[in-house]
């Protein structure tokens, strides 16, 4: 899905691994890459397989699954490898840890850790994109509360890398540069004692669509002039006649989070205190263990037709023409999408947090946009499997030029609204031809750098990763080498 009339999209049906090896810890990992290398095989890396573009599968290749390497360790206190300071309490976890068991774990001990609010993602490809969640502007993202990690190369050398030892410069291309340069068995986070409340402030904005998001953006100018941003994220819906909050709160008490959204017209609740919470459900409707929102049950058999992400800043709507400007916008955005809506999400940006949010975002390498940002515009469209028909079981199936056309009218304007802005990279545009500059802006050319000096053969490429600008590598897995991983003598499994 989501291709162009120059790019082709992607599909599970024509994009399915050979080969597959279960991995359950780093040596595993070494061996699996050195055989991959040995054989010249086309290399994937899964766990959760959530990513919006399909990067963790690919035809014809050898899948390594990463999704059992599920253990975890708490450290009252963490000393990086190599380090002198203590970095604070810390969770270390296996590669397949996903959100819902980080969650129920820091639950059992009263502690908060930085995560995505779809709880069957897993940590590392969060991690790797930059990695946003609804107290992000308070405790930071992914990237910056990231302390270390346990990473393969290509050759199959397992190595550590942190701020203090041989691999700073890995270590910081982890921080928010994608998967293009190992493959993770391992990270290391800070954690946080658990707020003493957290609420939510939900529900319609009074007004038409233009009123009610004109509306909001003036009472969100003044929360961040007010230096109140660090409390609030989650997200705006907004729709071709009305606009919906669903705006999460950390750090301030019910009466003082009452107040504050009083302009808004709308109440703020405590939220629930208990896990699992109660709007979600087991997982196992999706056929895998643990657990997940409601709103996500139907996600996984869906695929994105369209989506991307700009960032903004506090310069964007400071004033009533800006807030007039930036409301139209979206809203006539809204009104071309068929009912669906164009999303604000208040949390994907550190621009205005905390202390603790911003102390190291200058040591990640996302857009150098994060450090500012107040919020992000985006685009999130899926199609459920089973309403694609027969194209579901094709290879090939024209892209509809009309949703293409939307799709590019809606990025000009945008970019006429945003000029020059940034893109989270764990939500970007497919088709965009300045992918490069749009995620990382000048410090791609570090992470081209240190692609180069870890995985020289661009063995872990991808759509639109590090160093994919570069020759594509040729590496498939042939009948021959099929025959080689059914007979190799190996301590993995290949499935």
């Known amino acids: 899905m989501m291709g162009s009339p120059s790019q082709p999209g992607w599909m599970i049906t024509n994009s399915t691994p050979a080969k597959y090896a279960e991995l359950h810890s780093a040596d595993e990992a070494s061996q699996a890459l050195q055989f991959a290398s040995k054989h010249k095989l086309a290399l994937v890396v899964k766990s959760t397989g959530h990513d919006f573009f399909g990067r963790s599968v690919s035809k014809g290749s050898f899948l390594l699954w990463t999704h059992k390497m599920t253990s975890t360790e708490w450290h009252e206190s963490f000393t990086p490898q190599g380090c002198t300071t203590d970095a604070g309490s810390a969770v270390s976890l296996g590669a397949g840890v996903q959100f819902w068991q980080l969650y129920q774990e820091a639950a059992q001990r009263e502690l908060k850790v930085v995560g995505g609010t779809c709880l069957t993602v897993g940590h590392v490809g969060f991690t790797l994109g930059g990695g946003y ?242 919020g992000t515009v985006k685009l999130d469209l899926t199609v459920a499997h089973d309403k694609l028909g027969q194209k579901a079981a094709s290879d090939h199936f024209a892209v509809d030029q009309k949703a293409y056309a939307n799709h590019v009218s809606t990025r000009n304007q945008l970019d006429a609204l945003l000029v020059g802005s940034g893109s989270y990279y764990n939500e970007g545009d497919y088709s965009d031809e300045d992918w490069q500059n749009r995620y990382w802006g000048f410090n791609y050319a570090e992470l081209k750098r240190t692609k180069s000096k870890y995985d020289p053969g661009n063995v872990f490429t991808c759509h639109q990763c590090v160093g994919s600008d570069a020759p594509a590598c040729s590496r498939r897995l042939s009948a021959k080498t099929t025959e080689a991983a059914e007979n190799a003598r190996v301590n993995f499994v290949i499935v």
């Open 133 to 374: 969640g609804d107290a992000s502007r308070m405790y930071g993202s992914g990237a910056t509360n990231l302390v270390e990690a346990e990473v393969v190369l290509a050759d199959g050398r397992v190595v550590i890398a942190n701020k203090c030892n041989d691999h700073t410069d890995l270590f910081r291309a982890l921080r928010g540069g994608g998967g293009a340069f190992g493959l993770v068995t391992k990270a290391t986070y800070r954690t946080y004692p658990k707020p003493s409340f957290e609420g939510h402030i939900h529900g319609r904005i009074s007004g038409d669509a233009t009123e009610g998001l004109t509306k909001f953006l003036a009472w969100y100018a003044a929360v961040v002039e007010q230096g109140l941003a660090k409390h609030f994220g989650s997200m705006l819906f907004i729709r071709e006649k009305d606009v919906m909050s669903e705006i999460n709160t950390v750090g301030l008490s019910l009466k003082d989070c009452s107040r504050i959204a009083k302009p808004l017209g709308l109440p703020c609740t405590a939220s629930s205190q208990s896990w699992p919470p109660p709007e979600v459900v087991r997982s196992n409707v999706v056929g895998v263990e643990g657990w997940v929102d409601d709103w996500e049950v139907k996600s996984s058999s869906s695929y994105h037709t369209q989506s991307l992400s700009r960032y903004f800043r506090l310069d964007h709507i400071r004033t009533d023409g800006l807030r007039q400007e930036f409301s139209q916008t979206l809203v006539r955005i809204a009104k071309s999408l068929g009912g669906r809506s164009v999303i604000l999400s208040l949390n994907y940006g550190l621009g205005h947090g905390s202390e603790t949010a911003l102390r190291d975002v200058a040591d990640t390498t996302v857009h150098p946009d994060v450090a500012t940002a107040i």
